[in-house]
């Protein structure tokens, strides 16, 4: 998955035209959707959908609309985001926290409108319990919820690798529907060489499939050189070779 913070149409079209293979998910990041005329927006989902990515709308702008507005909001939310194009959601709790009973109602309300839903989990702003990061996980499928995502800024302490979050993430998550979160500069001590260390960490301890998110646009070719063994990582190592973090 990439993170689309405001990608131009012209950057946009050429990154699909050379590496629109090697990804699947577009989030349109925060709530950017709400900057852009009408026409560029629709023309962008578009341009996503023809190359057979999926955009969908970042989490914090549902978490806006429902701090700022209510529950009761929500519903034009979902009809105005189907409206010009999107098919798919993230609802998320990075900086407004959800009860697991409103995480729910959330995810299930969302999808009876006629989305697509990958509930996050995590916070920007506090450690969590990794026990309750797998709660929350349990929660989103338990409502529907198509893929979870993990938030990056629980998976490093320092800009380092997070150890005892993962492996309970890895321990007890189907790693079939979730996506780890790559960590970035908007996170505390978080430097281009961390990023680079988790990314291939995760890589190499599970596999050259495992779902990545955050992925920014300009890495997107770069990354998948290191899931095929052509980047500074080297060749893929065999699989009983490595340590692995389960």
């Not at 050379?18 to 925060?30: G, N, P, R, S």
């Not at 680079?196 to 050259?208: M, N």
Request: proline share 5%; with cysteine; aromatic share 6%.
């Amino acid at each position: 998955m990439i993170v689309d913070a405001g990608l131009p149409l012209g950057r946009q079209a050429d990154l699909l035209a050379l590496a629109a293979d090697y990804v699947d998910l577009a989030k349109i990041k925060t709530g950017t959707a709400r900057l852009y005329d009408e026409k560029s927006l629709v023309k962008k989902l578009k341009q996503y959908r023809r190359h057979r990515v999926q955009p969908f709308l970042g989490g914090q702008f549902h978490e806006y609309v429902f701090a700022t507005q209510g529950s009761r909001a929500l519903g034009p939310f979902y009809e105005e985001a189907l409206r010009l194009g999107f098919e798919a959601i993230e609802i998320s709790d990075n900086v407004v926290p959800l009860t697991a009973l409103e995480r729910r109602r959330q995810i299930r309300s969302a999808r009876a409108a006629g989305l697509t839903v990958y509930g996050e989990v995590g916070s920007k702003e506090t450690a969590s319990n990794p026990r309750l990061l797998v709660s929350q996980a349990e929660d989103c499928f338990a409502a529907g919820a198509a893929l979870v995502l993990v938030e990056a800024a629980e998976l490093v302490v320092k800009g380092r690798p997070n150890r005892r979050t993962l492996d309970l993430l890895l321990r007890n998550l189907d790693l079939k529907k979730v996506m780890i979160e790559l960590p970035g500069p908007w996170i505390p001590e978080v430097r281009a060489c961390d990023v680079e260390l988790l990314k291939k960490l995760l890589i190499e301890e599970l596999g050259p499939d495992v779902n990545l998110a955050n992925v920014m646009p300009e890495d997107l070719i770069d990354l998948e050189t290191t899931r095929v063994g052509l980047g500074v990582a080297g060749p893929p190592k065999m699989k009983d070779q490595r340590n692995s973090v389960r």
